[in-house]
């Protein structure tokens, strides 16, 4: 029973390029959640999406990021022309209902890293 | 708006030790409250979430927190450390709505000295 799952773990881009990362959710989970996680500072919330749907993109910058979640495959996080300061560990977390109750799952992260 | 305060970005004790970590909120309705563990380089795992029954709540590991409405708080205690504890412990607060949307606090490192 695989958790959620974030590729790659580790992605190092030039300042400029762009960076794709990838979140399975578990198994019969239809929300996904992005958090970010810079040094020193707790997770900030980025999107919320549903299959097909962004519902809440209130914690994404304005210029540059930009989420999906397909109908089919992965959700993905897409930063385009990257800066020093994208560097974080950007976490996918997701729930099979929108209830106060049910908790978020996890995965391990994918820690960018913007040469 | 909700928020959380976590008090001491890093705290130490002796293995056998009480552990007390604590989290304080700010919130304009009743809150769903979580406490989550980080351990290096991996995702954050749900150690215990209140949610409105019992005040105390019992979590994985030995750990246990307990809401306090007069004091605005939900800290953690474990009552005796183990080196395995050793982790970030982050402190969560559901916003209100539809989506179960976490506010982090900014986490408190622990380490359990032998």
């Known amino acids: 029973n695989a958790g959620v799952m974030q590729n790659p773990r580790h992605l190092v881009r030039r300042r400029g390029q762009e960076a794709r990362l990838r979140c399975s959710p578990m198994k019969g989970h239809s929300h996904v959640y992005w958090y970010r996680q810079l040094p020193e500072e707790g997770l900030k919330f980025m999107v919320y999406l549903q299959k097909e749907n962004i519902i809440d993109e209130s914690g994404m910058p304005k210029e540059r990021f930009s989420a999906e979640f397909p109908k089919e495959g992965p959700s993905i996080l897409r930063i385009q022309q990257v800066v020093r300061g994208d560097s974080a560990a950007y976490f996918c977390a997701s729930s099979p209902l929108t209830a106060l109750n049910s908790p978020l799952h996890f995965g391990n992260g994918t820690r960018l890293t913007v040469t | 708006a909700q928020s959380v305060t976590q008090l001491g970005s890093h705290v130490s004790v002796s293995e056998g030790a009480l552990v007390l970590l604590r989290c304080n909120y700010s919130s304009s309705v009743p809150p769903y409250l979580f406490w989550y563990v980080q351990y290096p380089n991996q995702g954050l795992q749900l150690l215990l979430k209140y949610t409105s029954a019992a005040t105390l709540v019992k979590g994985i590991n030995g750990f246990e927190a307990e809401f306090k409405k007069s004091e605005t708080s939900f800290h953690l205690t474990k009552p005796s450390a183990h080196m395995s504890d050793a982790a970030e412990y982050f402190c969560?607060?559901?916003?209100?709505?539809?989506?179960?949307?976490?506010?982090f606090g900014t986490g408190t490192l622990l380490a359990v000295q032998p």
């Open positions: 969560a607060v559901s916003e209100a709505g539809a989506t179960n949307k976490l506010i």
